[in-house]
């Protein structure tokens, strides 16, 4: 148990007569990569929604380290640690890549409520800032407006924004999707260079990518788990490849 | 320290620069020297740019900072010249203490506004603030012996002090400069920031630990104060208030103020003020339909300056600098 950070029980997410999760339970242990793969429509988007809070469960528990999470709000989840990227860019078009980053370090801090100080980050924000920059190799542009970044920059300004509150666990939804072989390959190391203290859920239709960086495969089809393997199996799994290798998706 | 300093500032310029301070200036200036140029009249109606602009400013906060466009204000304006006009009249308050329940009832209106529209944005947030606005109007339409009903509540109520148009047009220059200074500021703390996140993404601003119902109820109450010193304003400027004042057209008329000046420039408000007023008091004289010469430059601004009067004007010099 104690071992465990994240572990879901018998989790259903309902869309109408639609179960997208349907009675999902899995237990990841701290410091594990983890890749959650599946077809399209498999429902590994909304199982993210559901452990980050966007939607609630219909049924089931939702535990993160030691905290039943399974009906707060996003934001008192991200309080707790957890952090996340999504599929679709979700950033701040507007705003500089900086008060993006100032934006993401402050969530968790009160200085949010500041109504009538300075908006620059302090020292220690800076720091933490530059950090997280130079771990998603996105130094050197902070004072560009994010609508102005290549699409690649802006999958890596998603990773971030997520691991600037150096989060206990991330949940990363298909980083490298859309991306060049060379942007895909930044976005591996990326990943591969965070730290063990940090957990990593990781879902990736690239599956040369995805078996390269993770410890333990769960493959979704139709809201359910069907298998849960280490990478090395993954390939050969029978279901595996009749659900998902078997047809090909990617262009 | 000076690893910090080396390396540019992150996130964009924040100060103003010093060609901005200097055009503050010479617009407070010329402002202020307004009323030894202006008749009676026309300093009446740039004391009512003012105010208007204040209320216009108010509705940017939420309109161009947290991509909310109230149609509401107008309520929350009203109600305060209602407070004021009626603090002192019948209640026997001193103005000023009239005017600062006034801003108190607005501010707590707009918590009100704000606690029931937060969850929602886009054509939701407009159609409820439509709603409560006209809850209000209808409140002070139908509640006879507090607002006089129809024909609302009159009395002068200017103190002594500010009786010379002059006096009170400065009075009013110097309250709105320093408001709007504070509106400025506002929008560019850290919490400022926080409404510019929700603007662009608010599912972002969730996963990164942001309530942002409450950053949006705390982002209205504040709009709400300052349309609330608009309305106290408004209430010794015109010793006289009635339902048309909280009615919709007033939080439309505001609105477009806003929208004609350009969202999200702030200080555009004013502009835009002084262009919808001087277009009402041309127009008047030529027509009786004053709400359709609304209507068809609303249409207009939106066909060809979609950006407003500051905001087309801005972008025209980026282009020549580039
Ligand atoms: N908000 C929603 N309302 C209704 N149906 C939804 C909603 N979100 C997802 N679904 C449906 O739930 C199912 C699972 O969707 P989900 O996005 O979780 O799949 P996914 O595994 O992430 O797929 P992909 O690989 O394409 O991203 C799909 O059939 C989808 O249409
Ligand atoms: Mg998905």
Not at chain 1, 21 to 48: D, H, Q, Y
Not at chain 1, 69 to 87: D, E, M, N, V
Not at chain 2, 8 to 35: E, F, H, M, W
Not at chain 2, 246 to 263: D, F, K, N, Y
Request: overall charge neutral; hydrophobic content about 50%.
């Amino acid at each position: 148990m104690s071992n465990i950070i994240l572990s879901l029980t018998d989790v259903e997410v309902a869309f109408d007569a639609l179960k997208a999760v349907n009675g999902v339970t899995i237990a990841v242990p701290k410091g594990e990569r983890r890749a959650i793969i599946g077809p399209n429509g498999a429902g590994k988007t909304t199982l993210f929604n559901a452990i980050t809070g966007v939607i609630q469960p219909t049924s089931g528990q939702i535990v993160f380290d030691g905290h039943t999470i399974t009906r707060l709000p996003p934001h008192k989840r991200a309080r707790l640690g957890i952090s996340r990227t999504f599929q679709i860019t979700n950033l701040f078009p507007t705003l500089t890549v900086g008060d993006n980053m100032i934006l993401a370090v402050r969530g968790l801090s009160p200085r949010k409520f500041s109504l009538f100080g300075s908006p620059d980050a302090d020292a220690g924000e800076a720091r933490r800032i530059a950090a997280a920059l130079e771990a998603s190799r996105m130094h050197e542009r902070a004072n560009i407006p994010v609508k102005e970044l290549s699409y690649g920059e802006q999958r890596q300004l998603e990773i971030a924004l997520a691991l600037v509150t150096e989060p206990r666990l991330l949940l990363l939804d298909e980083p490298a999707a859309g991306l060049s072989p060379a942007e895909r390959s930044i976005v591996a190391e990326i990943i591969r260079s965070l730290g063990r203290e940090l957990t990593v859920i990781l879902i990736e239709h690239d599956m040369d990518l995805a078996l390269g960086l993770v410890d333990f495969v769960t493959c979704l089809h139709e809201g359910q788990v069907l298998v849960e393997e280490p990478p090395s199996e993954i390939r050969n799994d029978q279901r595996v490849q009749e659900v998902y290798l078997g047809k090909p998706r990617h262009a | 320290m000076s690893n910090i300093t080396a390396s540019p500032a992150i996130g964009a310029p924040r100060s103003l620069s010093t060609g901005a301070i200097i055009t503050a200036l010479a617009v407070i200036t010329v402002a202020a020297l307004l009323p030894l140029m202006l008749s009676t009249y026309h300093l009446g109606l740039a004391t009512e740019v003012l105010i208007f602009g204040l209320l216009a400013m108010s509705i940017d906060i939420l309109a161009g900072f947290a991509g909310r466009t109230s149609l509401g204000h107008g309520a929350i304006f009203g109600v305060s010249t209602y407070v004021v006009v009626y603090a002192v009249m019948t209640a026997g308050l001193s103005p000023l203490v009239a005017c600062l329940l006034g801003v108190l009832a607005a501010t707590a209106l707009g918590a009100v506004f704000g606690l029931l529209a937060v969850r929602t944005s886009g054509v939701y947030f407009l159609l409820l603030t439509l709603a409560l606005g006209m809850i209000v109007w209808g409140i002070c339409l139908r509640w006879t012996q507090v607002t006089g009903g129809e024909n609302g509540l009159r009395g002068a109520i200017r103190p002594a002090l500010l009786s010379d148009y002059r006096a009170f047009y400065w009075m009013v220059l110097a309250v709105t400069a320093v408001l709007s200074l504070a509106i400025w500021r506002f929008v560019r703390s850290p919490f400022g920031l926080t409404l510019r996140g929700i603007r662009d993404s608010d599912s972002r601003m969730r996963s990164l630990g942001y309530d942002v119902s409450l950053h949006l109820f705390i982002g209205f109450t504040v709009s709400g104060l300052f349309a609330g010193a608009a309305g106290a304003m408004y209430a010794l400027f015109n010793s006289f208030v009635s339902p048309s004042t909280v009615a919709v057209s007033q939080s439309v008329e505001a609105l477009l103020m806003t929208i004609a000046g350009g969202v999200g420039t702030l200080f555009g408000a004013f502009v835009g003020s002084a262009a919808i007023i001087a277009l009402e008091n041309i127009a008047s004289s030529y027509t009786e339909r004053w709400q359709t010469v609304l209507g068809v430059t609303f249409i207009l601004i939106m066909i060809f300056a979609p950006e407003g009067i500051v905001g087309t004007i801005r972008a025209l010099v980026a282009r020549l600098k580039h």
